[in-house]
């Protein structure tokens, strides 16, 4: 390292290989490199790559190639620039090996949302499995609105390779209008009608039917069910495998928005409405958590009186001991960026549609 000032500024001095305390130069390494020391008091500055290429007594772009990997490269040439760039103590500038190589080595999220625990295991997943591959995320959300998501998508573009897009609320029309034409995008949770891209998301009927099966197993005959939002397709899923797995029983089905409050509200109708219920299944965890907090605050016995589940398997769940549907979510999201990467570096141009079947997880919330 060198010592540099900048118009203006007071001078900063820093010491390393190249240099001497107090920052003043060490003309014996330069000499003993074969390069040329710079005149006393001349500002120096970091070594470049042509100071390595000059050193190595090679091309700019056999440096470049050798640093970044590309193309054959003899193994003579390769030991000289590795060589020259360690005595130099020269790092590639991230931002110029990004520019070489047409890439930002960044992956853009967009969920509808990132507040929660879904979330939250979601990124913990695609961080994992970027990082591995030497890709940085960049996040944003579409706080769950309809009116411009193709701004939010748009604005991504020239900053990432490829994207990864949450956007269950969308219709497939709307997602996809505002992907951006040419950039590789993998998607999650979307609608079934999506073909154009490769998507990962969730077999809702396997998750609610082992749900509603296991609830007639341990003898519950008055189901209820708090569904996610509307417009939300895996809420919307959930509700009609509920339906459709209680048959000709009646269904009643509670208005709910994925919170924990919500549960709690749901609770409070059904016993305001004086509605007889012996089970409640959640369309997720958090709003099966708040129904449990409601029951226990009214006096009613968790599951002696009322057997409660949810779906999704969020951390808190597990603490909490609430029957679920377990969806490996950290899986999901390392699945999505692993296919997207394969389609970044690999050029992979097949669209696959893969679901992940929940596994039915009992807790005491159901069998205690």
């Known amino acids: 390292m060198f010592f540099a000032r900048s118009a203006g500024l007071p001078r900063r001095v820093v010491t390393g290989y190249m240099t001497l305390a107090g920052g003043k130069c060490n003309r014996a390494k330069f000499a003993c490199l074969g390069l040329p020391p710079p005149s006393i008091g001349e500002a120096m500055a970091e070594p470049t790559i042509r100071d390595v290429a000059r050193l190595a007594q090679v091309s700019i772009a056999s440096v470049s190639r050798t640093l970044n990997n590309l193309g054959t490269v003899a193994e003579g040439t390769r030991r ?11 790092v590639p500038h991230a931002g110029a090996r990004s520019l070489s190589l047409a890439k930002t080595r960044a992956i853009g999220v967009v969920l509808p949302d990132t507040h929660g625990e879904f979330f939250s295991e979601v990124m913990r997943g695609m961080d994992r499995e970027a990082s591995a591959r030497d890709y940085v995320l960049l996040l944003s959300n579409m706080h769950g609105a309809r009116e ?6 748009r604005t991504m573009r020239g900053r990432v390779d490829g994207l990864i897009v949450m956007a269950p609320h969308l219709d497939a ?4 209008s505002a992907l951006p034409p040419r950039l590789p995008a993998v998607l999650l949770n979307a609608h079934g009608s999506v073909r154009s891209h490769s998507s990962f998301g969730i077999d809702n009927a396997h998750g609610v039917r082992s749900i509603v099966d296991h609830l007639r197993a ?13 417009d939300n397709v895996d809420a919307q899923q959930r509700r009609q495998a509920f339906q459709s797995a209680m048959g000709g029983q009646k269904a009643t089905v509670l208005a709910g928005d994925y919170s924990e409050e919500s549960g709690i509200a749901a609770v409070g109708k059904l016993l305001d409405d004086g509605t007889a219920f012996d089970a409640i299944f959640a369309a997720n965890d ?11 605050a009214k006096g009613i016995e968790v599951p002696g009186a009322v057997a409660v589940a949810g779906f999704d398997d969020v951390p808190l769940a597990r603490h909490l001991g609430l029957t679920t549907a377990r969806v490996r979510i950290d899986e999901l999201g390392a699945h999505a960026i692993g296919r997207l990467l394969d389609i970044i570096d690999n050029g992979e141009d097949s669209t696959v549609q893969r679901l992940h079947a929940p596994e039915l997880i009992v807790r005491n919330s159901t069998a205690g």
Do not use: T, W
């Open 80 to 90: 000289k620039v590795e060589d020259a760039a360690k005595q130099l103590g020269y």
């Open 286 to 296: 958090m709003m099966a958590i708040g129904a449990i907090e409601e029951l226990r």
């Open 148 to 153: 411009h998501p193709e701004h939010v998508l």
């Open 218 to 230: 341990i003898g519950r005959k008055h189901i209820v069910h708090i569904a996610g939002p509307s």
């Open 173 to 176: 029309d709307e997602v996809e």
